[in-house]
Structures are given as C-alpha cells and as structure tokens.
C-alpha cells in the first residue's frame, strides 16, 4: 500500500488532501513518524525519524494520532482481495505481503494481469493505492515493488533481472540494513553490479553466514517459498508464578523482568512491533488478555513495562488471583524477514 | 470421422479427460483432448501433460473411424454450454478442415486442429501389478491425502507412498515432515515383477482416481519402474512414478509414549472447533494443557482474546504428566488427523513438548496420524 496510514488519514480527513500529513506523536513529544504522506516525503520526512525533526523540515505539517482500527479494517479487505486470488499470501506487515499466483484460483496466465486486477479492487474497496512488484522469486519481487510507487507496478523478468539488479542500490538489497550499507560501500559495492564482484566465499568471509544471502540476492538467486505460516505474528514471554499472588507491587516486578526479557528477545530478532500485549491467566485458569497499539513501535523494556502496567490496572488482576502473567509484542515492523522462521518442529528424517 | 454418441455420457468424460491436459504447456498441442473414433463401435479419449494421462473409452455409432483434437478448453465450454436433456444424442463430423459437433438445434464448426505431434500414450499393462477394491484405495487416500506435501521443491513428500511389504494388504504413507499418516487396507491380488515392493505416487493423481468413481467397484494397477495406471472401468489412468526417495517414515513412529489418552472422537472434534476461529488467527496454534482428567484446549490471538475450551477424558489418563505440562499443535493437523477416524474411542500419544504425538482409533492398527509439535516459546 502507498503511504499506508497517511493514505488512510487523508481519505477519512479530506482537508487532509494533498497537504504533508504525518501520522504519529507531535513534534514536542519524544515521537518519531510512523508514516507520512507523499507531499511530506517531498521535505525529505520519512518514517521512523524523530518527529521533531521532522517538524524541522516541513513546519506546516499537519501531525495525527492515527486511527488503528480504521488501517486493521483496510487490511481486513486487502487481504480478503488477495484471497480471491490465491490462499499463498505470505503477509509482511499491516500493508504489504507476498503472493504466490503461479496456480491461482481465475487461472489467469500473467502475474501482471493480476497485479492490475488486484490493485483496481483494492482502489475501488479502499479508495486507497497500491503498488506491485511482479517477478519470479521474493527478493525480487520486493524490490520491484518499491520500483514504481505510488499507484504504479514493476515486471522484473528471468530476461532482465540481472540489468535490474546490476543497477540496485546496495540498500535495497535484502537484509542489508544502515550498519550494513556502510560496510559494503566502505568496500566499494554501491550496487548490485558490484556486488556480483564477489564470490560467495568472499562474501561469507567478510559478512558471515548471511554473505551467503547476498551473494544469492546479487546472482538472483531466491528460492524461499511463499508460505502462510512463515511468519511469527508475536513474539512473548511468560511466567507462571509458584504461587498465586494478589500483590500488585510484586505484579509489577514480575512484569518488569518478562519485559527484561523480552527485550533481549525482540532485539535478538530485531524487530519492534505496534502492539503491546498483556497476558493474565488467574487462579481458576481463566486467561484474559488485554492490548494497546501504539505509533511508535516498540522494542525497550521500560516502553514495554509501562504499557503492560497501564494494561493490568484495566484488569481485576489483585482483586482476584493471578497464576500466570504474559507480554507478547505483534504487529512487528522493520526486519519483518529476519524473524525466526517455522516454529512448527519437523521430523528428524533419515535415509 | 463420423460418431453419434449420448451427449451427457461424451460431456461427462470429456470433462473428466480435460483434468490432464496441460493448459499451461509450452507445447500448445498439449492444451487438447484427442477423441479417436475405431472400428468396434468405441471412442477413445485421451489427454497428457506428459507427467498424468487419462484415456477413457465409451460406446459411440461410428459410421467413419478417424481421429482429432478439440481443445479441452473449449470442448467442455461447448459441452457444457448446449442445452442437455440425457438421452439426446451427439454427433461428431470432420468434413474437409472443419469438426462439425451437432446436438439438437445446436451446431458448431470448429477448424481441425493438428494432432502429428501430440505424443502416444501407452498405459503400463504388464509387470507388476496388483487389484484393489476401489472402496479400499479411495478410503486410503482420504485417511492419507492432508498429510502429503503441498511444498512443490519437495519432489520424495509430494506423494503417497504405497508399500507393498504384505500379499493381503497394503500401507498407504503420506508426510509433509511436520506430520505423517498411515493407513492400511486390504488388496484383493498381488503380482510383483522384480522385486520392487513400493512405490511412491503423487499425491494429486491419487485424489483424481480415488474422486472417480460413482459405479467402480475395484481397481487393477500396473506398474513398472517408471510409470503406474490405474484401470477404472472404462477410464485409465497412468502417472508416472515420483522417483526421489521416500523417507524411513518407520523411524518417527515412536515405539513407546509417555503418557497415553484416551478420548471421545466428537468430544474432541468439538473442541477443536470450539477454539477454531481464534486459532486460525495465530498460524493455527492450538494450545493444550493436560490433567489426570481433562484435557483444556487454549488458542489466544493480540485480536480476538483468548478461547479456551474444557474436555472430559474417556478414562483418566496413564502415564505421568508434569504439573502444568502444555503442548502446543498446529489444529488443521489434529482435525485432519481425526478426521480420518471412524470409531468414536480415540488414542492420543504423547512423549513431551517436543516430540511426535500420535492419534490412532483404540485397539485398531490400521490407521494413526504422527504430529510434531509447535515450539512453545
């Protein structure tokens, strides 16, 4: 989707339209941009950078909360749309996911028709824009995606994908984040071309394990499957007490240290994520769960503490017994990919 | 060529041949059926994408032998577009370059298609074989078709194997490597060449052939080193072989379990649809949690909150559960695998968190599902 929160801001807010919308907290806060429109990009705003900075660049632009259920209703008819097309959708985040349409359900011959189709449905339910990104493995499919935004869809064949990746920024290459780009360009890869120059071995040598990825992202080389079950929708700590407390001072403790852990957890994965979930399971066994989404997206512990904190005062949590607390983070955003894959255990096979 | 044949019975076999013509081919000759018109009254149907062919024979009036193509496309648009009362007839002419296809008031010229380069099939008719009731072979695959692999790279887990170890019956194994089914049933006869004892066919061939049927009562296979058909009736269906290897599936069926349950097949079934609509929203995770006697089915999602659903157990549980023992399955995985069961007496096997479970019928060897569990983090 196209500016995603901002495109749904200013389709509910018409005064909004056309002007610099920036969706997340103002400019005095300690926020940083969750989103922003195409005419804020004009100022060189782009999410995740400091709002005040942001306020910075473009004084005039107008700052919103954002309205959650509005972009989780969007999402509900995109992928509805997807559906039609085929059941392999791989969802990166709120607003993009992957599909695979080699079989799909109208047996249309080309990728492009259906991105067509696809994005002309979405325009019409939604009133919002997509961008597509059609081409015979993930990576690449991705990369294209970005290629032609907004309103606009990329063909990256067998044919040309390798003058498409020759002419990549380094960047855009997957996996490779800020840490990494500097790295590379220090050694001189600025694109995809130059990247090519190295051989896996090299690259392993320079970058570890993942000099794999890249040497196969140079060559085109991407054959992850599209797979529903792929991605970890949350990632979560929990603690059974040794015995049931009512205390919520000790509560607290206790949630302090899960979001200790938690943290450890996220940054392993390097991911933060929009929603902050609390788990309270009481002594009858009865599980609640209460959550609270947020515009930042969140990885810290005290980030973490101080929403469950404001989560469980909305509880009978001390008025009744609780065995089990819980802090799980969804909605991820940033290194969606790197996240630990498959958690369903498989056979240990021989031969 | 000149034949007059019941239309609903040509429609109905036309359609059924069209399943195996490959629309996708880079040979577009491959897109059609090829109907050939022979000197004893019969008309011959046949179609391949070179992996699966079907060949379908009926009664025609043949008053010209010869042979054509038809898109598979476009016949079964046109068969399925004219208006059809059962006894009508259907006639099929070539004159000059034109395929004249007529039924009642209706009429369409249709131009002859080349049909020099569309390979020969010739179905597996001698070597090996075996005959099973068709009954048998359709309940197997549907005891064993959910387990097979949809991952199209995993060429050995994309069919079902068929081990041939016992003369009076058979083992049907299927698995994704998250999960695996076993069933067996009973062969009328066995012939084997060779010694080749097992074969491992695709998973979507054997839901085609076990989906035909309506008045088919067994089935005959032979079967070489490469290819299988399955003589249905009239119909024949040759595939070939998928070559890879299947695993030792024997290996992941544990010899022992921990603690071992014993449940009612509705009871669990509604359990699990009970917290279904919330599992689904969390990659199918279903969370279960053991006690001497029942069994409480957990599925939570950041949207939908937290289902949680109670089931008595048949018997109090044998074997020792820690205190607060949790596991946690992908549910698609159990529902299918009970599914699968007929009786109403469940066994439910359990090692720990992290090992095969198995579900089976109570006293029954026939048939078990082995699931592998989801991490708990």
């Keep these: 989707m196209d500016a995603f929160f901002a495109a749904v801001e200013q389709r509910d807010r018409p005064e909004l339209k056309g002007k610099p919308v920036i969706v997340g907290g103002p400019p005095g806060s300690r926020s940083v941009v969750a989103a922003c429109s195409y005419e804020a990009r004009k100022y060189g705003i782009h999410s995740a950078m400091p709002s005040g900075y942001a306020y910075k660049l473009c004084p005039k632009a107008i700052f919103v909360k954002g309205n959650f259920k509005a972009y989780k209703e969007a999402n509900g008819i995109i992928t509805s749309i997807f559906h039609e097309y085929t059941d392999l959708v791989e969802p990166l985040s709120i607003d993009e996911a992957y599909m695979d349409v080699t079989e799909n359900i109208p047996k249309i011959e080309y990728a492009s028709v259906i991105a067509i189709e696809i994005r002309k449905k979405i325009f019409k339910a939604t009133d919002l824009t997509a961008s597509a990104g059609i081409s015979f493995n993930k990576f690449l499919a991705k990369v294209a995606s970005d290629y032609n935004k907004p309103d606009g869809q990329t063909v990256v064949t067998p044919e040309n994908a390798a003058r498409f990746i020759d002419n990549l920024k380094i960047g855009k290459f997957y996996g490779v984040g800020k840490v990494t780009e500097k790295k590379m360009k220090a050694l001189g890869i600025m694109t995809g071309a130059d990247l090519k120059q190295f051989s896996r071995e090299e690259l392993k040598k320079i970058f570890g394990k993942v000099g794999g990825y890249y040497y196969d992202m140079a060559n085109g080389i991407d054959d992850r499957p599209v797979n529903t079950n792929r991605i970890r929708k949350s990632i979560g700590k929990e603690h059974t007490l040794n015995e049931d407390i009512t205390d919520i001072d000790e509560m607290h403790e206790i949630l302090h240290s899960i979001a200790l852990k938690l943290e450890k957890s996220l940054n392993g994965k390097n991911v933060k994520g929009l929603t902050v979930n609390l788990k309270v399971k009481f002594d009858d066994f009865e599980s609640i769960t209460r959550s609270i989404s947020v515009f930042e997206p969140v990885s810290d512990a005290e980030t973490i503490f101080e929403h469950t904190k404001g989560l469980l005062s909305k509880t009978v949590a001390g008025k009744r017994k609780v065995r089990l607390l819980g802090i799980s983070i969804s909605n991820f955003t940033g290194n969606v990919e790197f996240i630990e894959i498959d958690e369903q255990l498989k056979f240990k096979f021989q031969y | ?377």
């Excluded at chain 2, 032998?65 to 099929?92: V, Y």
């Design chain 2, 1 to 377: 060529m000149n034949f007059t044949a019941l239309k609903d019975e040509l429609r109905k076999n036309f359609q059924l041949c069209s399943k195996t013509a490959d629309t996708k081919s880079l040979q577009p000759i491959l897109e059609n059926v090829i109907i050939k018109a022979g000197d004893d009254n019969n008309i011959t149907m046949m179609s391949t994408n070179t992996e699966v062919s079907t060949m379908i024979t009926m009664k025609a009036d043949v008053s010209e032998q010869g042979i054509t193509a038809i898109s598979a496309k476009i016949g079964s648009e046109i068969l399925s577009s004219i208006s059809w009362n059962k006894d009508e007839n259907i006639e099929f002419i070539i004159k000059d370059d034109t395929l004249l296809i007529k039924s009642g008031d209706s009429k369409f010229n249709i131009p002859v298609i080349n049909y020099d380069a569309y390979p020969e099939i010739i179905p597996v008719s001698e070597g090996s074989s075996f005959k099973i009731g068709f009954a048998n072979l359709k309940n197997a695959v549907r005891c064993v078709k959910s387990a097979v692999s949809k991952d199209f790279l995993k060429e050995n887990l994309k069919g079902i194997y068929i081990e041939m170890e016992d003369e009076n019956s058979f083992n049907f194994v299927a698995t994704d490597s998250r999960r695996l089914s076993f069933k067996r049933e009973s062969v009328k006869s066995v012939a084997l060449g060779d010694g080749k004892k097992n074969v491992l066919i695709p998973g979507t061939v054997m839901d085609d052939v076990a989906g035909i049927g309506e008045d088919v009562e067994e089935v005959m296979c032979f079967f070489d080193n490469k290819n299988i058909s399955f003589y249905l009736n009239n119909i024949v269906i040759t595939s070939s072989l998928i070559e890879a290897q299947f695993p030792n599936y024997k290996m992941v069926v544990p010899e022992e379990t921990k603690i071992s349950l014993k449940l009612d097949r509705s009871l669990f079934i509604n359990s699990l649809k009970a917290v279904m609509p919330v599992a689904r929203l969390e990659n199918n995770c279903v969370e279960i949690a053991l006690s001497k006697d029942c069994m409480i089915f957990n599925a939570s999602s950041p949207d939908a909150g937290v289902a949680s659903q109670k089931m008595h157990l048949t018997d109090e549980l044998t074997g020792e559960v820690e205190p607060d023992f949790r596991i946690k399955f992908n549910i698609k995985y159990l529902s299918d695998a009970v599914s699968s069961i007929e009786g109403n007496e469940i066994e439910f096997k359990l090692i720990d968190s992290v090992s095969q479970a198995v579900i089976k019928e109570i006293d029954r060897t026939d048939y078990f599902s082995i699931i592998m569990p989801i991490k708990l983090y």
